[in-house]
């Protein structure tokens, strides 16, 4: 039960986020090759592949609230260490505010 409760929130939380969040329509072939890591982490997770596109990067609970803003261009850690444990989302977004690529984080 509590796995298809997390599904379902999950689920929503997708499709809340996406239509709150994109400003233009989101196309597959702008889709960055970004993977973070480490991932799960306790404290704080990077960024690798090809994160030139990426203009910011916003943290967000499976609610939909956005728990925290990076600036890829000033940081190279990012820290998480003072957020609950629990799955997040990482959304990238290039300087025109487009997606380009999200991933899911889990946090220990």
């Known amino acids: 039960m509590k796995i298809f409760i997390l599904t379902l929130a999950f689920s929503l939380m997708i499709s809340v986020g ?17 993977q973070i890591y480490p991932n799960p982490t306790t404290t704080f997770f990077n960024i690798e592949g090809d994160n030139n596109q990426v203009a910011a990067i916003y943290l967000y609970n499976l609610i939909g609230k956005r728990m925290k803003t990076f600036d890829p261009r000033k940081d190279s850690d990012f820290q998480v260490s003072d957020l609950s444990n629990g799955l997040y989302l990482v959304q990238m977004v290039d300087a025109n505010g487009r997606i380009v690529a999200t991933s899911r984080l889990t946090k220990r």
């Open 18 to 34: 996406y239509s709150q969040t994109a400003k233009v329509p989101v196309h597959r072939s702008m889709e960055a090759k970004v």
